[in-house]
């Protein structure tokens, strides 16, 4: 399905996977049911035999060791040190040990995680916190990507990159180094709230989340970040994730001012059981708003006294057009325009194939649809269909700077690329 003429501008950035970048993980291991010796778990064990090396054979261990971690990673020494502290509670016969003995059995108990080894998608855009020295006309950005490493496990990455509206889009570099967050509060899912720590970040694109909690084991996948601005005018950049424990699925809120330091809480409510949930970036008649996708096919609005709680809401936007006659879900939070709130869409028709398209609602009533695409703006072309899935384009956030828009898209479930275009041209082709 054709457009007349081009809505959107491409760009020849593409990110792709780095299995070159790593993140040290805890490493845990026990003994299958039936093997199981109570008070003495597979833990002790190894620690035993770790203890049996003499002087000469821990620095022996520890030097391989220290030049295996030490060129992509930092504090090597403090980090190991950290993952004993973690085991030692585990023990239940714990011994005396010296410092290089604490070293080799923190390194025993971790793993380095590729977690971008397979594919670099889904991004998400907003303006960062710090907007100084950019070029003139210009605004710098925050990515979040959701990569995919070993086990099919996602996690949330982040870059840095320029956009002159009209012109060109650059991001940064990654930094070789990726730092694994330290856990302030909360260990698993009783606890309602999880705080995190990326303190050791030189600068944003070394802060890595993986699965921390049973609720996200087997991942934290298609961050949705939006700049969130309070009535009282403070700001504070949300994003919603789908925690996925590889059985059931359900939203989370990640929440912080500098990425650096997070916040993750899970949703509740009756409405909190979906998947691609994405929040206003402001209250609407003093209430926070939400899209959502609860019936798996249709954008539902909700609306709600609490960041947290979700209850009811009702469709908004229902499959009308081949190309999303099996669902449509949203491509991030909406943004706002003079117009009303321009929401980018997904929808699935043929073969599975995700295409976007775009909508636009009423600014004092979200409820009420005023336009849409009623052909896709953006869909798998044929040098980008092929990949992990096939046949998908699918973004998780665009960002507006004046009436120009960019849109960044991930591309088969495998690498991530750019699309610019404006406000006019977006609105000409609704109906």
Excluded at 145 to 169: A, C, D, K
Excluded at 240 to 265: I, N, V
Excluded at 346 to 363: M, Q
Aim: net charge negative; aromatic share 8%; hydrophobic share 40%.
């Amino acid at each position: 399905m054709l457009q007349a003429e081009p809505v959107l501008d491409h760009h020849d950035l593409i990110l792709r996977p780095d299995p070159s970048r790593t993140v040290v993980r805890p490493f845990e291991l026990e003994y299958p049911g039936r093997f199981k010796v109570e008070g003495h778990p597979r833990a002790q064990a190894i620690v035993d035999r770790i203890l049996t090396l003499d002087d000469s054979a821990l620095e022996s261990e520890l030097k391989l060791l220290t030049q295996s971690l030490d060129e992509r990673h930092r504090d090597v020494d403090d980090m190991l040190r950290r993952r004993f502290d973690e085991i030692a509670s585990l023990l239940p016969g714990r011994t005396a040990v010296n410092d290089a003995q604490r070293r080799l059995v923190g390194a025993y108990f971790s793993e380095e995680f590729s977690f971008e080894a397979a594919a670099l998608f889904n991004p998400s855009a907003v303006p960062a916190p710090d907007q100084s020295g950019v070029p003139e006309g210009g605004v710098r950005f925050i990515l979040s990507l959701r990569g995919i490493g070993e086990g099919h496990v996602s996690s949330v990455t982040f870059r840095t990159g320029i956009w002159i509206p009209g012109g060109e889009i650059t991001v940064d570099p990654a930094s070789r180094v990726a730092v694994a967050p330290t856990i302030l509060v909360g260990k698993d899912d009783a606890i309602a709230e999880l705080k995190l720590d990326c303190g050791g970040t030189r600068e944003i694109s070394e802060a890595v989340l993986f699965p921390m909690l049973p609720s996200q084991h087997q991942g934290i996948e298609d961050l949705r970040l939006v700049r969130f601005t309070d009535d009282d005018g403070s700001v504070t950049y949300h994003g919603t994730y789908t925690a996925f424990s590889g059985a059931a699925a359900r939203p989370e809120l990640l929440s912080g001012t500098d990425f650096r330091s997070f916040r993750m809480r899970a949703f509740t409510g009756d409405a909190a059981g979906a998947k691609g949930m994405a929040l206003f970036p402001r209250r609407i008649g003093g209430r926070y708003a939400m899209l959502g996708r609860q019936d798996s096919e249709s954008i539902w609005l909700h609306l709600s006294d609490d960041i947290l709680r979700w209850e009811g809401g009702g469709r908004i936007v229902s499959p009308r057009y081949p190309w999303e006659f099996v669902q449509m879900g949203n491509c991030g939070s909406p943004i706002e325009i003079d117009e009303g709130w321009l929401v980018f869409t997904h929808g699935v028709g043929t073969v599975r194939n995700y295409c976007i398209g775009a909508c636009l609602l009423d600014k004092a009533d979200p409820s009420r649809l005023l336009a849409r695409t009623p052909e896709p703006i953006l869909t798998p072309s044929p040098d980008e269909r092929d990949g992990y899935v096939p046949n998908v384009v699918y973004s998780c956030g665009a960002m507006i700077e004046g009436r120009n828009v960019m849109i960044p898209y991930g591309v088969a479930d495998n690498f991530a690329a750019f699309a610019t275009t404006t406000v006019d041209r977006l609105l000409r082709c609704m109906e």
